[in-house]
């Protein structure tokens, strides 16, 4: 079932991630857990040949330290052993407290300039780690999109059908590197282009977001990126990054322009992750092991391609 003409790019989102093989070690771990949720044959078959996997890291060009892996050891045990959240879980997503959040949350994308009046301490360091990201200090943005970029072209180059899952910025970047590729002197590169687009916890529906997207000032076609076959969007309930929104709506613009042949979203998921801290519904491994993940990428190992 494993197929060297295949290949999982990852793009991480924001804040320090552990050092790369140790960030991909469990990354592995936790989507072939996914999988196996899904389909167990088909994780087997996975857990076989894991070069199929590429993270694509860039943290080390925006922070100063790795994280240490410890710090989520606890919780990334807690989802690999029980495979169906507490209903505790869903009933702090829909608590009192998260419901205000995430009142504040959409109240600030829609005014933005309520955000730092809105913000809490978490919000505020990622909106600083963001705007640092899209105001390209010292060519950061670029030299992070120039990482995907390699590993996009590799993969076009070897001939293999590509999946790009990215989470929370990594979605962000991956949008603006394809952005990238699809309107500059490489306009060509992207003729392969990307079977599934996988975004998870991705705040590119938010107003904040969007308006500052390489392409964002563009009319029609010039404003999106190329080469996306398929658009497969997962929003976990009470994630304050995603804020529930649905791309397909969202960009319904990219289906009626014939840039994307489809674009569809789950906006229920539940993430069980419980750090240090508590309950993540944000982090990236509750997103992983989740059978809605894990189901995305065995339906596309089992396809073709697109037409």
């Known amino acids: 079932m494993s197929h060297p003409r295949r290949r999982i790019l990852y793009v991480p989102g924001i804040r320090a991630k552990p050092t790369p093989v140790l960030h991909h070690q469990v990354l592995l771990r936790c989507v072939i857990e996914g999988v196996r949720r899904a389909d167990p044959r088909m994780a087997e078959a996975l857990s076989a040949t894991p070069d199929w996997l590429r993270l694509v890291p860039w943290g080390h060009l925006f922070y100063p330290e790795y994280r240490d892996p410890g710090l989520d050891a606890a919780g990334i045990a807690g989802l ?32 933005p300039w309520l955000i730092n009046c809105l913000a809490d301490a978490d919000t505020r360091i990622n909106i600083r780690d963001s705007m640092r990201y899209f105001e390209n200090h010292d060519g950061i943005a670029d030299r992070i999109r120039a990482l995907l970029a ?16 990215a989470h ?43 308006s500052r997207l390489l392409g964002a000032g563009a009319g029609g076609a010039r404003r999106y990126p190329a080469g996306i076959h398929r658009w497969r969007n997962l929003a976990a309930l009470g994630d304050l990054t995603a804020l529930g929104h649905r791309f397909a709506d969202d960009y319904a613009e990219m289906l009626q322009l014939g840039l994307v042949a489809e674009i569809t979203d789950q906006t229920d998921l539940v993430n069980p992750f419980r750090g240090q801290e508590g309950l993540n519904v944000h982090k990236c491994y509750g997103y992983f092991v989740n059978a809605a993940t894990g189901s995305a990428i065995a339906d596309w190992w089992r396809a073709d391609g697109p037409a």
């Open 168 to 210: 929370s910025l990594g979605s962000v970047i991956a949008w603006d590197t394809l952005w990238m590729l699809g309107h500059s002197a490489q306009r060509g590169s992207t003729d392969a282009g990307i079977d599934l687009f996988l975004t998870l916890g991705s705040p590119l529906g938010t107003r904040f977001v969007r």
């Open 150 to 165: 390699a590993e996009l072209q590799s993969a076009w180059r070897a001939g293999e059908r590509v999946l790009l899952m």
């Open 80 to 111: 690999l052993a029980d495979p169906v959240p507490r209903r505790a879980t869903i009933g702090e997503v829909f608590g009192a407290r998260r419901r205000l959040a995430r009142l504040l949350h959409q109240l600030g994308d829609r005014a």
